[in-house]
Structure formats: C-alpha cells, structure tokens
C-alpha cells in the first residue's frame, strides 16, 4: 500500500553531503523533508518538469495545484479589492476629491529608494490627471526621516491643501498635527509597524495597523501606493473622470517602479510582491522608460535585468542621492522625460555612489574593530551596537548591514554629532523582531525617537545612553537571537556536478524566480569537487574554479570572502577536493553567456567517494 504525501514522517533529514559542520560553521540540510520530497515528485509526473526545478518549488510549499500560477504570477489574479485596505475608502476619495478639484498636492517621500519610487509613481499619477504637486524628499541630515513641522509649513505656505505622506508618517504625529491645523487634509500611505497612538488625519492607509485584516502587510510603500491608485482610478472612473481628451492612467505600465521599490526595499517576494517584480523586470528589459533606462546604462548592466540588480546595482545609486547628495535626485530621474537630462542625473547619482561606497568602507572597518573588541575573543554578546564621531549618518543602515552579515547578529551603527546626538540604523536577522523592540525602547524613554521593521530600525539617543541602549537591547534580545544562532542551517535545494551547470540549467532554475527575501534563490551542492584555482579579484572577492572527477569545470566567485572564513578555507585548500555550495547566476561577457557558481559555503568531505543517488 502507498502512503500518501501527508501521512508521510517529517522529521528533519541528515546532514546534506554529511556536511554536520561547514567551514563557516553551518549544518547543510536538504530543503526537502519526505513530504516535500513527495511533493517534488508529484510535480515532477503532472507537469512534466525537471526534477531540480520541482525540488525548488516544493521546497517554497508551492502546492501541486498552485504551479502554474506560481511559474506565472500574474497581477490581476493577485490583486485584492483595495477597499480591504483600512481607510483605503477614505484614501481613495480624498485624492479623487483633490484630482476633480484641480487642487494642489504635496507629496513627502522618504528618502530611500521605496520612498523615491513611491513619490514618483503617486506623482506621474497626479499629473497625468492634469495636477502639478509638490515633492517633498526630506534631507536625510537636516530633516530626519519622516515630516517635520517646517516642511509642513513650507507646503501649506505654497498653497497645498492636500499632504499625501509615502512610505512615512504612521509616527508623524505632531507634523500631520500641524498639517491639520494650517488647513491640509492628509492621507498617509505606509507599511512601517505601527504603535498603539495614530495620527489624527483623513486616511492612515497601512496595512500594518493593528485595526487592518487586509493581509498586505508584506507589501513594500511603492506596492501599497499603487493598490491605493487602483482604488482612486475605481472611484474617478465612477465619476466619470476618465474620457477621450482625460484617459484612464496604465499602472501597469508603472511596474518598473513597484519592482525596484519592492527589491530595494527587501520586501518578502511572495503573492502579490512577486507578481510586481516578475512583470515590473519584464517592463524594464523593455527599456521604455527613460528614467530606469538611463539607470541600468549607468550601472553598466550587461544583460536583461534580474531582481539581485535592482537590489545590488540600480537600488544603492536611487539612495546615494538620499545619503550623501540631494536627496531629490533619485525622484527627478524618475519622472525625467528628457533623455539627456536622465542620464545627466544618472551620471551624478553613480558618482554619489562610488564616493558613498569610499566613506561607507572607512566607517565599516571603525565599526568591525569596534565589534570585535565588544565581543571579545570568546565571541560574547547578542547585539552589536557600535557608535563614532565623524560617520555621516547616511551609510549607517550600510554599515549596520555588513556588521549583521558578519558577525550573525542584530547590529546597530550610529553617527554621532559634536553636540552629543546620535542618528544611526540598526539590521537584524531572522527570527529576531528589531523593529518592536526600538518601539519599546522609545516607550521607555530610552530613546528620543526610533521605529522600523523586524529587520530593519532607525533610532535617535544621547551619546551618553549609548551603554543603557547596548545593555537594554542585549536584555530584550538575547533569548531570540540564541534561537535564530542555534539554527546555523544553510538549506540545500539538490546536488548536482559540474557537468549540469550549464545556462540551460540555470535558466530552468530562474522559472521559480524571481529570487529575493521571501523566495530564496536556489541552492545546488557540487560533492568533492577539486578546487583547481582561486584568485582575488575586485574588492575583497575570490574567482574559483571547480574540478569534477570527469573533468568538467566550473567556474565560481566568493563575494566579500577575503578576510572572512569562508575566503580563508577556499585559499587554504587549493588544489583539494571541497564540497561546494552555491546558486547559479549567468554571467554576460562580450555576448557570450555563461554560467557561474556564487559560492555561498564549503565543507572539506570525510573519506571517501560521494555517491549522488
């Protein structure tokens, strides 16, 4: 008698490859228990799909009878009615209210890459319904993240009367207060965690309101703005807004936007948020807008964009404008029309970059000494907090990154001012809450302001509180970060040798994308493949090759791994047999098109052949 799937045992399965401990420290599992084995092969019969592309899907809980939309997501299936959206009603009819009055709009944005494409999607609406708004982007040095009380007045002093904050304002609540009392009605449309007090305004649009059961939390601002313009087009096309001479607006059209907004702003890549980057990176490779156009030329892009682009190449040069430049720059490239003016803005925001990365990388060594010395040698300690003059405030969300993926553990970074105020960011890893424990702190008076995501938060304090703020955090934090530290796993999605790495496979595997938080991008182990070369290249990266026992090579890079383990066991080991793990990306030199391996982890094998069965 056959078992079905579900009456099959899901205990955990032995370590991949064996592999108990990696160099890095990792235990390797397969993504796959026996149930999503099963499942694996259930797709595999029905659909007539490659094993390895059935294996990644059932590792993503894709059910049998959901593939085919999940190898085509598209948005209309997707797309919820807006009006499950608290307040979105409200929302709704207020921008129409604004369109059909020919009113003046202002719009605050942050001054990250969701906020930029979040004020230039609501703007390129507005006008295209014949309005003219204002676009505020907030100095990220001199104003702070969020609206203040001056930029209110300045708008209101320019004759808006309707404020519409994009991926901000869910804790402005003195600034819309004064919004409100200069005469402007305010709409708010924001994915940031919310605490018990709201803003008193006509609309808060968030999805992460305690009151809201949409189930859209996951969206990104850019997302949530473009729900909300399908609800405004609703109730403009109810009034008979739309005719001949006034068109209804294409905001699908608009998805190059929501895509880069969503990447960039590391929002899960699951239901709708995948629907908009599959079909946003469509409208990209089309090169029909000439803002993003201009983008990936000066990124230098040699291929068709992927989602890891918009994260690692076009994302940073939108937020160099906000970090070390005019913080505007990132909106104006994108509703810039002129081809010549684009790339003029371009230009700049890649020349911010490349001086943002110099003063990134002199902050990020201060702040690893500074880490290392706090943890000491027995590698003691929950939470990084890591304070300094001298650090522009800018790349403080960067360098608390590189602090995270170094050490494995929620870090904080933050620049202090000579009068004793310290702005800085703080970058957590799964299972860990950041956002609700700042929240907290900010209760507690600890902090003068703070707030964010489980994964991400900014906070305000006196330099004097920095050891209070270190102390509290360990305290709130430990018990969760022992958790997520303990489950040192790396998941493995199959095997395979370096025979069948090729474009094609590759290709099959990118049918599950795109790839990004929420839809891991695979990951295939080569076993006991010789390391035959390893050289660095670049800033800080290996270049590898692999060797199988037929011959076959591979050719694979190590991003960042100088200095870190896994770089020192790569050039520690040339020339010996590692297991390999990795995920495949295609790489475009010269109009050829080839495969390589970004080597993510290696294990040295016990002795002994490795059979892959």
Same mark, same amino acid.
């Given at each position: 008698?056959?078992?079905?799937?579900?009456?099959?045992?899901?205990?955990?399965?032995?370590?991949?490859?064996?592999?108990?401990?990696?160099?890095?420290?990792?235990?390797?599992?397969?993504?796959?228990?026996?149930?999503?084995?099963?499942?694996?092969?259930?797709?595999?019969?029905?659909?007539?799909?490659?094993?390895?592309?059935?294996?990644?899907?059932?590792?993503?809980?894709?059910?049998?009878?959901?593939?085919?939309?999940?190898?085509?997501?598209?948005?209309?299936?997707?797309?919820?009615?807006?009006?499950?959206?608290?307040?979105?009603?409200?929302?709704?009819?207020?921008?129409?209210?604004? *369109?059909?009055?020919?009113?003046?709009?202002?719009?605050?944005?942050?001054?990250?890459?969701?906020?930029?494409?979040?004020?230039?999607?609501?703007?390129?609406?507005?006008?295209?319904?014949?309005?003219?708004?204002?676009?505020?982007?907030?100095?990220?040095?001199?104003?702070?993240?969020?609206?203040?009380?001056?930029?209110?007045?300045?708008?209101?002093?320019?004759?808006?009367?309707?404020?519409?904050?994009?991926?901000?304002?869910?804790?402005?609540?003195?600034?819309?207060?004064?919004?409100?009392?200069?005469?402007?009605?305010?709409?708010?449309?924001?994915?940031?965690?919310?605490?018990?007090?709201?803003?008193?305004?006509?609309?808060?649009?968030?999805?992460?309101?305690?009151?809201?059961?949409?189930?859209?939390?996951?969206?990104?601002?850019?997302?949530?703005?473009?729900?909300?313009?399908?609800?405004? !087009?609703?109730?403009?096309?109810?009034?008979?807004?739309?005719?001949?001479?006034?068109?209804?607006?294409?905001?699908?059209?608009?998805?190059?936007?929501?895509?880069?907004? +969503?990447?960039?702003?590391?929002?899960?890549? +699951?239901?709708?948020?995948?629907?908009?980057?599959?079909?946003?990176?469509?409208?990209?490779?089309?090169?029909?807008?000439?803002?993003?156009?201009?983008?990936?030329?000066?990124?230098?892009?040699?291929?068709?964009?992927?989602?890891?682009?918009?994260?690692?190449?076009?994302?940073?040069?939108?937020?160099?404008?906000?970090?070390?430049?005019?913080?505007?720059?990132?909106?104006?490239?994108?509703?810039?029309?002129?081809?010549?003016? *684009?790339?003029?803005?371009?230009?700049?925001?890649?020349?911010?970059? +490349?001086?943002?990365?110099?003063?990134?990388?002199?902050?990020?060594?201060?702040?690893?000494?500074?880490?290392?010395?706090?943890?000491?040698?027995?590698?003691?300690?929950?939470?990084?907090?890591?304070?300094?003059?001298?650090?522009?405030?800018?790349?403080?969300?960067?360098?608390?990154?590189?602090?995270?993926?170094?050490?494995?553990?929620?870090?904080?970074?933050?620049?202090?001012?000579?009068?004793?105020?310290? +702005?800085?960011?703080?970058?957590?890893?799964?299972?860990?809450?950041?956002?609700?424990?700042?929240?907290?702190?900010?209760?507690?008076?600890?902090?003068?302001?703070?707030?964010?995501?489980?994964?991400?938060?900014?906070?305000?304090?006196?330099?004097?509180?920095?050891?209070?703020?270190?102390?509290?955090?360990?305290?709130?934090?430990?018990?969760?970060?022992? !958790?997520?530290?303990?489950?040192?796993?790396?998941?493995?999605?199959?095997?395979?040798?370096?025979?069948?790495?090729?474009?094609?496979?590759?290709?099959?595997?990118?049918?599950?994308?795109?790839?990004?938080?929420?839809?891991?991008?695979?990951?295939?182990?080569?076993?006991?493949?010789?390391?035959?070369?390893?050289?660095?290249?670049?800033?800080?990266?290996?270049?590898?090759?692999?060797?199988?026992?037929?011959?076959?090579?591979?050719?694979?890079?190590?991003?960042?791994?100088?200095?870190?383990?896994?770089?020192?066991?790569?050039?520690?080991?040339?020339?010996?047999?590692?297991?390999?793990?990795?995920?495949?990306?295609?790489?475009?030199?010269?109009?050829?098109?080839?495969?390589?391996?970004?080597?993510?982890?290696?294990?040295?094998?016990?002795?002994?052949?490795?059979?892959?069965?």
């Amino acid at each position: 008698m056959t078992l079905p799937a579900s009456a099959l045992p899901v205990e955990a399965p032995p370590a991949f490859l064996g592999v108990a401990q990696s160099v890095t420290g990792k235990l390797w599992r397969d993504r796959l228990d026996a149930r999503g084995a099963a499942r694996a092969l259930a797709i595999v019969q029905r659909y007539q799909l490659p094993e390895m592309l059935a294996r990644v899907l059932a590792g993503r809980d894709v059910g049998i009878e959901a593939v085919e939309d999940f190898l085509d997501p598209t948005i209309r299936k997707l797309m919820p009615d807006p009006y499950t959206v608290t307040q979105m009603e409200a929302a709704a009819k207020r921008i129409a209210d604004a *369109a059909i009055r020919s009113e003046r709009v202002a719009i605050f944005g942050d001054y990250d890459v969701d906020g930029a494409t979040s004020a230039a999607l609501l703007a390129w609406h507005l006008r295209h319904c014949g309005l003219d708004p204002l676009i505020h982007i907030p100095d990220r040095l001199f104003e702070g993240y969020g609206p203040n009380t001056e930029a209110v007045r300045m708008l209101a002093g320019k004759g808006a009367t309707l404020l519409v904050a994009v991926d901000c304002g869910t804790t402005s609540l003195e600034p819309l207060a004064e919004a409100r009392r200069l005469g402007m009605s305010v709409v708010v449309i924001d994915h940031h965690q919310c605490g018990d007090e709201l803003p008193e305004v006509d609309a808060l649009v968030n999805p992460n309101r305690l009151d809201d059961l949409s189930g859209l939390g996951h969206l990104a601002a850019v997302g949530l703005v473009l729900v909300t313009l399908v609800a405004v !087009n609703r109730e403009l096309r109810e009034r008979g807004f739309w005719t001949g001479e006034m068109p209804e607006p294409d905001l699908l059209g608009m998805l190059h936007h929501v895509a880069l907004g +969503t990447v960039a702003d590391v929002a899960p890549l +699951t239901g709708l948020n995948r629907a908009f980057v599959a079909k946003g990176l469509i409208a990209m490779r089309r090169r029909d807008h000439v803002g993003h156009t201009a983008l990936m030329d000066v990124s230098r892009l040699n291929g068709p964009p992927e989602a890891w682009h918009l994260g690692f190449m076009l994302g940073p040069r939108i937020n160099a404008g906000g970090r070390i430049g005019r913080a505007d720059l990132g909106v104006r490239l994108l509703l810039e029309a002129d081809v010549s003016e *684009a790339a003029r803005i371009a230009a700049e925001l890649d020349r911010l970059n +490349t001086e943002r990365r110099v003063i990134e990388q002199m902050a990020e060594a201060q702040a690893e000494a500074e880490a290392l010395a706090s943890l000491g040698l027995e590698d003691k300690g929950s939470v990084i907090v890591t304070a300094s003059e001298g650090w522009h405030p800018g790349v403080v969300g960067l360098v608390a990154s590189r602090l995270r993926e170094k050490f494995s553990r929620p870090a904080f970074a933050i620049a202090l001012e000579p009068g004793g105020l310290g +702005t800085g960011s703080g970058r957590s890893i799964s299972g860990v809450d950041l956002g609700r424990a700042v929240r907290q702190a900010v209760k507690d008076g600890l902090l003068m302001k703070g707030g964010g995501h489980a994964m991400a938060a900014g906070v305000t304090l006196r330099k004097e509180r920095l050891a209070e703020f270190r102390a509290y955090m360990e305290s709130a934090l430990a018990h969760d970060v022992a !958790n997520s530290r303990h489950e040192n796993e790396l998941f493995i999605d199959g095997a395979v040798s370096a025979r069948a790495v090729t474009p094609e496979l590759a290709a099959t595997l990118n049918r599950a994308g795109p790839f990004g938080s929420g839809n891991p991008e695979p990951v295939v182990a080569l076993p006991s493949h010789q390391l035959v070369y390893a050289d660095e290249v670049g800033q800080a990266h290996l270049r590898l090759r692999f060797k199988s026992g037929d011959g076959s090579i591979v050719n694979g890079v190590a991003f960042r791994s100088i200095g870190q383990k896994l770089g020192n066991a790569l050039i520690g080991h040339r020339g010996q047999p590692l297991h390999v793990a990795g995920s495949l990306a295609l790489d475009r030199w010269q109009g050829a098109e080839r495969v390589q391996l970004r080597v993510l982890d290696v294990a040295v094998p016990d002795q002994g052949p490795t059979v892959i069965k």
